[in-house]
């Protein structure tokens, strides 16, 4: 089994970025304690980060060609504007779980569009780093 692990703008500042809101980790420690975890359980891993929306289209395209079983997302902002994601997640048809480290619901109204939610069978907000680990369990849970 094989999971992408996807994050948009912004996370590659996990640590420094309002710590109130995301923690004081970083990203390197949530790519850690997500691999030790999919490793226990003999689970591939793709970890992919980037701030520009196109690459992110092209990594979930990616995704599809390299047979992925399911991708967890978190869009970052991209999650309150993006149709090019969307669509890259319809498209691909790969099971999908949609991340929030904070709880957006909770936040500006501007955050509570999430285009990439019609695609995803799953979101989790407002956990924290533990929202990457309930997500892949989820996907690794419809696959048994
Ligand atoms: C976020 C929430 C988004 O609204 C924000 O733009 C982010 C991070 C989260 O993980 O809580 O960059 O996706």
Redesign the pocket.
Known sequence: MKLYIIN????NMLGVREPD??GSESYDALVKKISEHLTALGVDAVFYQSNHEGDLVDKIQEAYFEKADGIVI????Y??TSIALLDALLSVKIPTVE????K?EE?EDF?QISYVRLAAAKTI?GRGFQGYIDACDFLIGGKK
């Open positions: 948009g703008p912004n996370l809101k995301y978190n869009p970052g902002a999650t309150h991340v929030h480290i904070s957006v936040r955050r907000t």
